[in-house]
């Protein structure tokens, strides 16, 4: 007795010590028994009273395999036509098979099992001496005792049992269940024994026998249940500041359904509104940023594993200025003609636009007519830009507006004044001669042919004394590539070749203008114009000759040709 209270009770300590859980992994089960057997003849049907014991392994959460073990005893059987024999019966049973059960996690658990195995069962009688022939037969295990009135005898019968049935489990708790009631059918097959003077107590064939137990189950190991848990959300997510609040909401989960749970909220800034699983964050003063509000949800109840916390985040976002694009028509005007200013604007964030205003560099704006848009902060609006009496050039209009917020935007439209033109110049220059240069290694050097032809020259200039001279210098790129400003060389040497040079024409400098080509593609060569006194120049793609930018070698000696110690020096014949 010992032996089963120090099992029991480990078994117990084990059961109490492992964590609460859903589906247990093992059971073990404990109980009395109520066997009704239904015996063959002479043997009567009897009623025998026992225990069984089972242990059952869950794979998942409706099968199950179980070893059972189970004993019962009667010590007042009943055989026809025997009143004074009494036999005395034990039985144990030994089965396993699986166990389907329904509703696991719940209270109320009801299983079917369907098991297979076998039945050991010891007898004993007394018989009295008188009802044994005498001399007694030979049988195995009793001997005739002389001077007794009776005989015992004993036997020993194991046989095929089955069990087909059901029951129900109570849970108390997360370990113990009560079994209130299991009921079976148990078929059991006993081969026949004979008793002396009595034949064949029972006969070869299945007896038909039904238990009923009930007891405890001990729930063990299995699926630790999770933690309680919650789930935060922030809506929106992103919000301007006056376009708050942001809603905060908390869902709990694996906390007892049947407890009132409380909830504690915190912000990382703003105020909090409200309580339970929902609450509100005022944006109004929050500065742009991201956020975060947090939820403790506690189960007052619950003395261990009952808190839960979570948080979300939500962003307050950077108010954006108003946009505006602007544009003048026409973009260019002569002075007293009008210009329309168009101007498109909106709020990014949608805000209503509060002022306006404009402001011209030159001339006088006066707003127009101004329409709101489709969306919020949307707008059009024109005004007329007044050029009288402003000068020749760009003029700025700025257009600027404020949301209801203080954000401000803006965007310049530009257009232009043209001075009218003046009146066009009559071309008065004469071309009166010019000359190429054609030595390929100093391409500017005036030679004997372009000397007789600055002669001719220097005659018209000394003929006509209030005459000006031009001279434009040439160069051909794809040839002449080597030196730069050839062409500017070619003017300046015809220039000083008038102006001193051996022939000592004496030309007055300043009645002379050296002047080169703009693009060269026109050839090697110099062209002397005549302007006579109060004509104008008019020859297009010319410039006047920067000489004091010049080298000190006028030839025009091409790089390569140069060499790396010492240069020329150009005499006056080569000028």
């Known amino acids: 007795m010992t032996k089963h209270l120090v099992t029991f009770a480990c078994l117990f300590l084990f059961a109490i010590h492992v964590a609460a859980q859903d589906i247990p992994k ?147 708790n997360h370990l113990i269940a009560l079994r209130p009631i299991e009921l079976d059918y148990v078929p059991t097959n006993f081969s026949p024994f004979n008793v002396p003077g009595l034949g064949h107590v029972n006969s070869t064939k299945w007896q038909h026998n039904l238990r009923y137990s009930t007891g405890l189950v001990f729930r063990m190991g299995g699926e630790t249940p999770p933690p309680p848990r919650a789930s935060c959300s922030a809506t929106p997510t992103e919000v301007l500041a006056w376009n708050g609040p942001v809603n905060a909401s908390v869902e709990p989960a694996d906390f007892n359904a049947k407890h009132t749970l409380a909830y504690n909220w915190s912000s990382t800034s703003g105020t909090m509104g409200g309580q339970g699983a929902s609450s509100t964050i005022d944006t109004t003063n929050l500065s742009p940023g991201e956020y975060t509000v947090t939820a403790n949800v506690v189960d007052p109840k619950q003395k261990k594993n009952n808190t839960a916390t979570c948080t979300a985040s939500f962003t307050i976002k950077q108010p954006r200025a108003p946009v505006l694009e602007c544009s003048a028509s026409p973009s260019s005007v002569k002075p007293g003609e009008p210009v329309t200013i168009s101007v498109q604007g909106s709020s990014p964030d949608g805000s209503r636009i509060d002022k306006r205003n404009f402001s011209a560099s030159a001339g006088s704006i006066k707003e127009g007519e101004t329409s709101v848009g489709s969306q919020p902060g949307q707008f059009t609006t024109v005004a007329t830009l007044d050029t009288t009496n402003a000068p020749a050039g760009a003029l700025n209009v700025n257009v600027g507006v404020t949301d209801v917020h203080g954000l401000s935007g803006s965007c310049v439209a530009t257009a232009s004044v043209v001075a009218p033109p003046p009146p066009p110049q009559v071309a008065s220059e004469t071309l009166i001669s010019s000359c190429d240069f054609k030595n390929a290694k100093k391409l500017a050097r005036v030679d004997n042919e372009c000397k007789a032809v600055l002669d001719d020259v220097a005659l018209r200039m000394q003929h006509d004394p209030t005459g000006k001279l031009v001279i434009v210098g040439y160069a051909d790129d794809q040839n002449e590539a080597l030196v730069p400003d050839v062409e500017s060389l070619r003017a300046a040497n015809t220039e000083s070749y008038l102006t001193g040079g051996e022939a000592k024409q004496q030309i007055d400098a300043g009645r002379i203008e050296a002047r080169k080509g703009s693009a060269r593609d026109s050839g090697n060569t110099a062209k002397f114009y005549f302007v006579p006194e109060g004509g104008n120049f008019t020859v297009q793609d010319t410039i006047v000759v920067d000489e004091s930018s010049l080298p000190k070698d006028r030839t025009g000696v091409p790089k390569k040709q140069k060499s790396s110690k010492q240069q020329s020096t150009p005499d006056s014949s080569e000028q």
């Open 26 to 172: 093992a059971e073990v089960y404990g109980g009395y028994t109520y066997t009704r057997f239904n015996a063959s003849s002479p043997v009567n049907a009897f009623s025998a009273n026992g225990g069984q014991g089972s242990v059952q392994y869950n794979f998942n959460h409706f099968l199950g395999f179980v070893g059972e073990l189970g004993g019962s005893h009667n010590g007042s059987l009943t055989v026809d036509g025997s009143p004074t024999l009494h036999p005395d019966q034990t039985g144990f049973t030994y089965l396993f098979g699986p166990r389907v059960f329904f509703n696991k996690a719940g209270v109320i658990s009801p299983f079917g099992e369907f098991f297979a195995g076998g039945v050991h069962n010891s007898r004993s009688f007394s018989i009295p001496n008188l009802l044994l022939p005498s001399p007694l037969p030979p049988i195995r295990g009793v001997t005739e005792t002389p001077g007794v009135t009776s005989t015992k005898f004993a036997s020993t019968q194991n046989a095929a049992a089955l069990l087909v049935g059901g029951g129900i489990d109570i849970r108390l």
